[in-house]
C-alpha cells in the first residue's frame, strides 16, 4: 500500500464526464489498495472567467477580493470530485485550502504556501477516505483567502506531497509527460522518461507551463517523487510519464540539451545614452525593486565618449509601471537622452546539465538562429541554460529551429 497525491489539471476536470473519468481513475489506484489524495483545478476555463468577471466590474481589482473570487473554481471541482467517488461506492471527503489548512503568506493572487496542518487528512485517510482537496489555495494569518498564482495546483499538490512524506506525487495533465519542448508548437517534440530536476526547474522558470515552477522548488527541496502523466490514457495502461529524478552520477552520459522553453510574457525597456559612472545601474534598478517588479535579462553596453545603453526586461504586466518609473527617473535624476520600450518580445531558452561540460552549444544555438534570419536582442546564460531575447513573432520559428539543430526529436544514444 502507498501514499499517493494525485492532481489533475483543468482540462482533466473539463466536464462531467471528465470529472467521471477522473473518478474512475482514482477508483483504479484506490483499488490496487493505496491510500489517495487528490487534488483538481477549476474547470478549464473557468479561473479566467472568474477573474474576467472581476476586471469587468473593477478594471484594478484588489488582490484580495480577487482571491475570493478566483478559489471558488476549485472550490466547486472538489466538491463535484467528491460527488463522483461517492457515486463510485467510495468513501470520499472535500476540503477547500482553509479547511485542511494550507496556511499562507499574505501576499494575494501569488501567496507561498507557509505550513500544512495535515492531521485532518490523516486522520480521513486512516478511516478509509479519499480525501479531495482544492488546488490553488490558501489562507492566511487572518483568515483571508489567498491564491498561489496562475497554475498553482502543482504546488498545492507537491506540497500536500512533501508535508505527507507521500510515496508519490502524480501530476495528471492534458500531455503524457514532460517534453523536449511544448509539443503544441513542436509537433516532433519527444517525451522524456525522466527528467533531473535541475532541468525541470530551470524549464519551468524559463517558461514550461507543464509544471508551476514552485512545485518544481517544492518537489526538489523536499525530495518529492514526481512524475507528471497523462489523465487521457487507460486508466491499467503501463504509461509512466515523465519522472523528475534527482541523482546525476549519469550526468555525463546525458544529453547536451534536454529541452526547450519560451515565454512571451516579457517586456523590454532601454534607457539610452546614460553616463557611464558608478552607481548607474543602482539609480535605474533601484527604483524598479522597490516597485517590487522583477528584472530578468539585464544587459549595460560598452560606452562610447562616456555614454552607455541600459537594457532588461521585466513581465509584460509590469512593462507601463517599469516605464513610468523609468521617465520619472530621467526626468529627476538621471541625465540620460531617452526611454524606449518594446512589450512585444519573447524569450527562448535551451536547457540542459549536459551544457556545463559541452563548449560550445551557445554558438550552435545562435547559428540555427542566425540561418533562419532571427534578430537576437539580448543573450543571459548560466551554467545549465542559455536564453535570447527577439522579436515575439519570431519565437515559433526560433523554438522549431533550435529544436531541429540540437536534433531533440531524436533519442540520445546511449
Ligand atoms: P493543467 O491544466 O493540467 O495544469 P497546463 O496547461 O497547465 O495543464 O500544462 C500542460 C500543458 O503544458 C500542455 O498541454 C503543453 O501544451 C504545455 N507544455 C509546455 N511545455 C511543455 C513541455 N516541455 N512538455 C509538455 N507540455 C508542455
Ligand atoms: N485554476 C488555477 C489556474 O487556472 C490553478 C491551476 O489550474 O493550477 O491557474
Ligand atoms: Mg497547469
Redesign the pocket.
Known sequence: MALIVQKY??TSMGSPERIREVAKRVAHYHALGHQLVVVP??MAGE?NRLLALAKELNPEPHGRELDVIAST??QVSVGLLALALQNLGLKARSYTGWQVKIQTDSAYTKARIVAIDDSLIRRDLAEGFICVVA??QGVDEDGNITTLG?????TTGVALAAALQADECQIFTDVDGVYTTDPRVVPEARKLEQITFEEMFELASLGSKVLQIRSVEFAGKYKVKLRVLSSFTPHDSNDTGTLITYEEENAMEQPVIAGIAFNRDEAKLTITGVPDRPGIAYAILGPIAEANIDVDVIIQNTSHEGLTDFSFTVHRNEYNKALDILNQQVRDQIQARGVTGDNKIAKVSIVGIGMRSHAGVAAKMFAALAKENVNIQMISTSEIKTSVVLDEKYMELAVRALHDAFELDKAPVA
Do not use: N, P, V
Request: glycine share 42%; net charge negative; proline share 0%.
Open positions: 489539471g483543468g483545478s477549476a479561473t473554481g476549485e488546488g490553488f496562475r497554475g498553482g495546483s502543482d
